[in-house]
């Protein structure tokens, strides 16, 4: 991306000689603050690499083996800049797509503040990926990992997150004994009327929702005159909770129980997902 910027000053053939540093160790101009702003041109404000390839050992011939396709390129045809850019701004977008998000098992941290930065990672990308949603996905398929943990594998039934609960004959996006559970970003008054719903058919409806979510499920459900028969939980602790107790409080004991939540959620996602950078990838902390 950096070498295609600098290029388009240089005339074809392009001499890769003129794009050294002056001892010859590196090439000229890379850099983790060039990138970004090269970046940042087309709205992409995520990081890609906080050296930009100045410091990699194979800059120099990756720089020279671009510079032979693109002369070779250039004899025939002239080449089009900005169609270079777009290319390399797909490929840039493709790893981001397919990156992974990473929880860090950090002991100073709390469970909260460790859920919470995978949340606001899903929140970031969302921004950047417009129609994808990514946080609601992650919220079903954690809820899911921690009920296989709860009732044992095999024994709750998952779906896409793309499938909808009437369509595929489910009360709720978990139907587990006489509770329907719901996973939402947002509570919406057709989701209370489908709350509504579920106590007409003898079942119990339980919200598990984002934190600013819970205040406004509550308000819905008063409107509709449920309000005391329907449960709204914030999703965060709705985890949180069960680590601990799962955890039986101790440190060793909630980081074994995380490292499951996400293998279980990540097993989830190879399923019943075709978007491989919703899995989480654990790190260790301090």
Partial sequence: MQLSRAFQGAEVPINPNDFLADRGGQVKGLGG????????????????????????RGSIDNMRAYVEFLNDYGSFAPIDWDEVEQFWIGKIQ???????????LDAS??????????????VKRQRLVTGVKYL???????????????????????NSSSNNDQEHGRTGDFDIGDVSIHVTTR???????????????????????????????????NELG??????????????????HERGLFDRTGRH?????????????IDRFETDPSLKIEVAAGR
């Fill in 226 to 243: 449920i309000e005391e028969r329907v449960e709204v939980i914030d999703f965060i602790q709705f985890i949180v909770a069960n680590i």
């Fill in 94 to 104: 493709d790893y981001f797509d397919a990156t992974p998000f990473t929880l860090s």
């Fill in 33 to 56: 603050p060039n990138l970004k702003k090269i970046l940042l041109g087309y709205g992409i404000d995520r990081p890609l690499s906080s050296e930009g390839g100045r410091t990699s």
């Fill in 136 to 158: 609601g996905t992650i919220m079903q398929h954690l809820v899911g990992a921690k009920l296989d943990m709860v009732m044992g594998a095999g024994t709750i039934t998952h």
């Fill in 187 to 221: 509570p919406s008054e057709a989701l209370l009327i489908k709350c509504r719903e579920n106590l007409a058919a003898n079942r119990k409806p339980l919200i598990v929702t984002i934190d600013n979510g819970v205040g406004l499920a509550s308000d819905l459900a």
């Fill in 256 to 268: 074994s129980r995380i490292e499951e939540l996400i293998e279980r959620y990540n097993s989830i």
């Fill in 109 to 122: 941290q709390s469970i909260k503040t460790i859920i919470r930065d995978v949340t606001e990672q899903a």
